[in-house]
């Protein structure tokens, strides 16, 4: 019965691999990726994946031996081995490729045939300049002006689950607190084994995209100790993006940055999430939120001969002069 459940399976992989022109020689659920690749100028790249379908084209010469000699296992471990290959491969091209932190989001995403287009987000990002921050409230300072500026905190705990959201001054990433969001089980040691939604969270108030325009949603989080119940830990969502393309971390060993870069096919507002799921703590802080432009050049003012206004006697001051007494 299992060599009757697993063929299928084989023939699904083999069909997938031959449907685009490789017949019984070649392997690729990357469909010309290499070859666009090297259109686009990324011949290392076009290179790399080259080597890697041929790689996977070679055991899946294997594969169809074996199932010709009615040898279902060892063809569907062969199988299996072909397709690591290629998702090792674009994995690896794909972090190469990444000029951003490892926690790193894209509108791309992560399918195959995204590789060569996030290579040219890549190479344009490169020439963009963030300008000035338009999330207010993101270094977590005050909790009073979190409140005010219209930033929301929402709960939905479970029984015996005590959720919390409060600013820390233990090590923050930058000035004197961070946020921290905690869901501990009362008593200790009784946590559920599961938690299938979020327990609590907080979410920013609206910033405007302006379509056409990249965005760079950037901090630092961190997961001193991993998130039970649950694989997801802390979600870090915005509302273009969705879960989606939600960035998730379950532990970190310090603080560590995140970045998500995003696009509006017209201008909206976002919102930002910070959801805990499962069992544990979180910290979050130096959050931003910038538009990306190329940098222009800035004609600077004409400076003219003209005295400017003279000031009394009595006002003036060197500008690095010591402090005036209070």
């Not at 970190?252 to 970045?259: A, C, K, L, S, Y």
Request: some cysteine; charged content about 20%; proline content about 7%.
């Amino acid at each position: 019965m299992l060599k009757k459940l697993r063929l299928p399976l084989l023939s699904i992989l083999l069909l997938a691999f031959s449907a685009h022109g490789a017949g019984a020689q070649s392997a690729a659920p990357l469909p010309g990726t290499h070859t666009a690749a090297s259109s686009y100028g990324f011949d290392a790249l076009a290179k790399r994946l080259e080597q890697a379908t041929g790689a996977a084209s070679g055991e899946l010469g294997r594969v169809k031996s074996l199932l010709a000699a009615g040898n279902y296992e060892a063809a569907y471990r062969q199988s299996s081995a072909a397709l690591r290959i290629l998702t090792d491969a674009i994995e690896r091209e794909r972090q190469d490729i990444s000029t951003g932190p490892d926690l790193d989001s894209s509108p791309l995403g992560k399918d195959d045939g995204s590789l060569v287009r996030q290579a040219e987000l890549e190479k344009s990002l490169a020439s963009l300049r963030g300008g000035e921050n338009q999330l207010v409230g993101g270094d977590f300072e005050d909790l009073g002006q979190l409140k005010h500026l219209g930033w929301q905190h929402i709960e939905a705990p479970l029984a015996g689950i005590e959720t919390k959201v409060q600013l820390s001054g233990v090590a923050p990433r930058e000035g004197r607190y961070c946020l921290q969001l905690s869901s501990l089980a009362v008593p200790p040691g009784s946590a559920p084994q599961l938690v299938a939604r979020p327990l609590v969270w907080i979410t920013s108030p609206p910033i405007r995209a302006t379509a056409g325009e990249p965005l760079e949603i950037s901090g630092w989080v961190r997961v001193t100790e991993p998130i039970s119940g649950s694989i997801e830990g802390l979600e870090v969502i915005d509302s273009l993006g969705g879960r989606e393309l939600a960035l998730r971390v379950r532990h970190t060993e310090d603080w560590q940055p995140f970045r998500m870069i995003r696009g509006a096919n017209e201008t909206t507002n976002v919102t930002l999430t910070f959801a805990l799921r499962g069992v544990g703590s979180a910290c979050v802080d130096g959050v931003m939120v910038r538009s990306l432009a190329a940098p222009s050049a800035k004609r600077l003012p004409t400076v003219t001969s003209e005295p400017g206004p003279a000031f009394p006697n009595s006002a003036r001051r060197s500008l690095f002069g010591p402090p005036l007494e209070r």
